[in-house]
């Protein structure tokens, strides 16, 4: 398949990658998923797999208000002093037709999104008549007054005034927000070109991890990235093949890794044992079956990244530790998983902020756990605490990720820098 060739050892320098340079390898070569038809009803969160046509919105000339369809010459000197007086000859509800044509001296009733009658060209609120009956159905006037003139076009919203047909107003790759879908409503796009969701297998893996709802046991914790891991790929808009917790055993792990191939995952995503050395019977399940190799990328925190592929899935392992796993998600498996979705990006807004405390950095391009306020129109950043990797709680009272960038050992108060908001 065309996602095993996703990794060239033979290419690959061993020195320190940068993280762009990780990034785009990996994006090389990973295929995006195919796409299918969706009722428009299922398309929240789904990526758009084609561009899209406008037709004319509005589609017809219509009043923006409650009032009276006229021609303005009919009541170019009107005032409240000398109001003009109209005909009443037609009432247009909403969804109603337009079929009588206005002639000198004639008004219409309208309603707020009616269509406009042949022969009017503007239309007078309710407010400015003598008629300001309110209340469900008021009877229709014989004739109306208009307290003042209106100028050509008042009060009616065009036939193509939000949107000409025949433009783009949507392009492949985004993923549909609420608006998104009222607006393919308005074109009629009842079925929506999506790409599929593309599946993704997670496990993570070492003898030391317990599931949630066990006690814990000397030398055990609990089982944290399945949870975050998990929520962040759902996150990315794929849906989510739970493989559990992998114990340092290769039967079990080669079992977990057909069962991923059987459900037919695009990728699978695992944390921990990316060290090199602890990482064993992955790297021999995946290296009969596939393709393995170990990175090193100037990152902090998690410089080990693992990728391959497994019988021409595309497989990422993660560092363990919890905010190692978190970050490299966020810098490398949300790009990936993004490109397989059909995603044209998932890069994130980068915010300008002022430094509150100095920094310290080892020159690795970092990803600090940050507190972003704002203080008489600055945003200051400082530092959570103790940047240990495994420091969950850190990321949990962060607001944003401070990005300290490669080649950078000290940041003084006052300094400049810009932060990932979380
Ligand atoms: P490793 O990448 O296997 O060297 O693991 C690094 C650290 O992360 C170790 O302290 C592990 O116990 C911890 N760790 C590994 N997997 C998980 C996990 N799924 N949840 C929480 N911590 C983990
Ligand atoms: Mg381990």
Redesign the pocket.
């Known amino acids: 398949p065309a996602n095993a060739a996703w990794y060239n050892p033979a290419a690959l320098p061993m020195t320190l990658l940068s993280v762009q340079g990780a990034q785009e390898r990996i994006l090389r070569h990973l295929h995006v998923v195919d796409t299918e038809a969706l009722p428009l009803e299922h398309c929240a969160a789904r990526v758009l797999a084609s561009d899209i046509l406008s037709t004319d919105l509005p589609p017809f000339d219509n009043s923006s208000v409650d009032g009276f369809a006229v021609s303005t010459v009919d009541i170019s000197t009107a005032s409240s002093a000398a109001p003009s007086i109209l005909r009443v000859v037609a009432d247009i509800p909403a969804g109603g037709e337009a079929n009588r044509a206005l002639q000198r001296g004639e008004a219409a009733r309208i309603m707020t999104g009616a269509p406009i009658p042949p022969g009017a060209n503007a239309v007078i609120m309710i407010e400015d008549t003598d008629f300001q009956l309110r209340g469900p159905n008021p009877p229709l006037p014989t004739e109306v007054r208009a307290l003042k003139a209106v100028k050509a076009g008042e009060n009616i919203r065009t036939k193509g005034m939000d949107i000409e047909s025949g433009r783009k107003v949507m392009f492949a790759g985004v993923r549909l927000r609420p608006q998104d879908l009222g607006l393919l409503a308005m074109l009629g796009v009842a079925n929506v070109p999506v790409f599929r969701r593309p599946r993704v297998a997670m496990l ?3 003898d ?2 317990i599931p949630v709802d066990c006690p814990l046991a000397p030398g055990k ?6 949870y975050t891991l998990s929520a962040l790929i759902a996150g990315v808009g794929c849906e989510v093949v739970g493989l559990g917790i992998a114990p340092d055993d290769f039967q079990v792990l080669q079992m977990l890794f057909e069962r991923a191939v059987e459900s037919q995952v695009d990728a699978i995503v695992s ?5 090199v050395g ?1 990482f064993d019977y992955v790297r021999e399940i995946i290296e009969a079956r596939g393709r393995l190799d170990f990175w090193r990328v100037n990152v902090r925190p998690g410089r080990p990244l693992a990728v391959g592929d497994f019988q021409g899935i595309p497989f990422i392992g993660l ?4 905010v190692s796993a978190f970050i490299g998600f966020e810098l490398f498996v949300r790009p990936a998983l993004g490109h397989l979705a059909g995603m044209e990006s998932t890069a994130r807004t980068r915010m300008p902020v002022t430094l509150a405390e100095a920094i310290e950095s080892d020159g690795r391009e970092s990803y600090l756990r940050a507190i972003v306020e704002e203080r008489q129109g600055t945003h200051f950043a400082r530092l959570t605490g103790h940047q240990g990797s ?1 420091n969950l709680l850190s990321l949990v009272q962060a607001n944003a990720l401070l990005i300290i960038p490669a080649g950078v050992k000290s940041l003084a108060v006052g300094d400049q820098a810009e932060v990932w908001p979380l």
Do not use: F, K
């Not at 914790?221 to 399945?226: H, L, T, V, Y």
């Not at 944390?271 to 060290?275: K, L, P, Q, R, T």
């Not at 560092?319 to 919890?322: A, D, K, L």
């Open positions: 993570s893996s070492g030391e991890l914790i609990r089982d944290s990235n399945s944390s921990a044992g990316v060290s602890a560092p363990g530790n919890p495994g």
